[in-house]
């Protein structure tokens, strides 16, 4: 779990994981996206953050929050150099992990078309698309993906 002190951490892996998509978004959806560590830690007091830490630094986060009936995942991001190491599969555990023992039955998120890495990590791990929005993020298109926990 991550603490405020991370928080400029989290702040850069974010924005260093999706600066070379940012041509892809506006620039208010990059905004939304690559936070500053200010908006860090507002976000880790709506709900838990996790980091992976690789050569003592951040090199992989994700956060969450309780939102309509599950949780919703939020500002996952590996380093660019740390990717291909199962970093996302081990948070989408931890986040796995957290929602059951919440008793919370639901997983979703948002992404854009664009992240086809993360778009199929996301389907290996259970999520599938759904017609839920929302649909954009600030012009940026989005598509939400769900993935149901138990029975």
């Known amino acids: 779990m991550a ?15 999706f600066a070379e998509y940012r041509s892809l978004y506006t620039g208010e959806g990059f905004a939304a996206t690559a936070l500053t560590a200010a908006q860090v830690r507002e976000r880790m007091r709506q709900g838990p953050t996790w980091v992976a830490l690789g050569d003592g630094r951040i090199v992989g986060t994700a956060s969450a ?9 939020r500002g996952m991001a ?6 291909g190491q199962r970093i996302g599969e081990l948070l989408l555990q931890r986040i ?3 929602a059951l023992a ?6 979703f998120l ?3 078309p664009f992240l086809t890495r993360a778009i ?3 389907d290996s791990y259970g999520f599938r698309q759904s017609a839920e929005g929302p649909h954009d993020l600030f012009g940026t ?6 993935k149901q926990l138990g029975p």
Request: glycine fraction near 8%; hydrophobic fraction near 40%; proline fraction near 8%.
């Open 102 to 107: 919440q008793g919370l039955r639901r997983l």
């Open 120 to 122: 199929r990590l996301y």
């Open 78 to 83: 590996i380093l660019p150099a740390a990717r």
């Open 65 to 73: 929050v309780v939102r309509e009936g599950g949780l919703y995942v």
């Open 110 to 112: 948002s992404t854009t």
């Open 3 to 17: 603490a405020p002190d991370d928080a400029p951490g989290i702040a850069s892996v974010l924005s260093e994981s």
């Open 96 to 98: 796995e992990d957290f």
């Open 141 to 146: 298109p989005l598509f939400t993906m769900e």
